[in-house]
Each structure stands twice: as structure tokens, then as C-alpha cells.
């Protein structure tokens, strides 16, 4: 069974940083990519930013220049560095880990979720 755990959610100030974390446990054999994503009040929910296994990125418009994400393979560990926080950036940020428990020639892909983290961006 997969777990992903979200942490480094809270409340901040506009112009302030948080820095999140997502660690993937259980039965996993290899990741090939991870992403945060955030829903916020009455939204959908939306991607934020992705990172596959070779670090290649990408980025929603909105937070370009202003978040970066990076991951640590070793601890199936994937982060999110925001800065400028603005209000709209209020929202539970998801993380998401596309994996597979079982090795070649025949892996189990899936999507496994995180239950979210709450960031409020307030003064």
C-alpha cells in the first residue's frame, strides 16, 4: 500500500514563503513523476507544478518565477518552495506521485494522492 504525506502547510503574510513537503512510503518500485496541485474554496482543483524523474519541469502561468519544485529521489520526497505568497494562492495543495509497485517486464502503474495540506496567504 502507497502513502503520500503532506506537510509545511499554514498561514502567512502576502509577500511571505512556505516551503511544502510530500514523502511517498509503502510498496513502491519506481516514480515516475510527481506534482503539486491545489483546490481552492469553490474551485477545481488545478496543477500547480510537476516534476518527472529526469527534473523536467513544468509550471502553472500563475506561480512561474515565483515557486520551484525539486525532488529528492532517494527519499521518494517531492517539495515546493513558494515565495510572494499572494491571497490567491490560498488553497489545500495536493500532492500527486504517478508510480509503479511492481518491477519490469510487467510494472503496476497508478495515481496515488495525498490528503492535502492547507496554505492561507493573510495578513
Known amino acids: 500500500q502507497v502513502q503520500l504525506v503532506e506537510s509545511g502547510g499554514g498561514l502567512v503574510q502576502p509577500g511571505g514563503s512556505l516551503r511544502l513537503s510530500c514523502a511517498a512510503s509503502?510498496?513502491?518500485?519506481?516514480?515516475?513523476?510527481m506534482a503539486w496541485y491545489r483546490q481552492a474554496s469553490g474551485q477545481q482543483r488545478a496543477l500547480v507544478a510537476g516534476?518527472?524523474?529526469?527534473?523536467?519541469?513544468n509550471y502553472a502561468d500563475s506561480v512561474k518565477g515565483r515557486f520551484l519544485i525539486s525532488r529528492e529521489n532517494a527519499k521518494n520526497t517531492v517539495y515546493l518552495q513558494m515565495n510572494s505568497l499572494k491571497p490567491e494562492d490560498t488553497a489545500v495543495y495536493y500532492c500527486?506521485?504517478?508510480?509503479?509497485?511492481?518491477?519490469?517486464?510487467?510494472?503496476?502503474?497508478?495515481?496515488?494522492w495525498g490528503k492535502g495540506t492547507l496554505v492561507s496567504v493573510s495578513s
Open positions: 500527486k506521485a504517478v508510480l509503479t509497485d511492481k518491477p519490469p517486464p510487467h510494472p503496476r502503474w497508478g495515481e496515488y
Open positions: 509503502g510498496r513502491i518500485w519506481s516514480i515516475a513523476s
Open positions: 516534476i518527472t524523474s529526469n527534473n523536467i519541469t
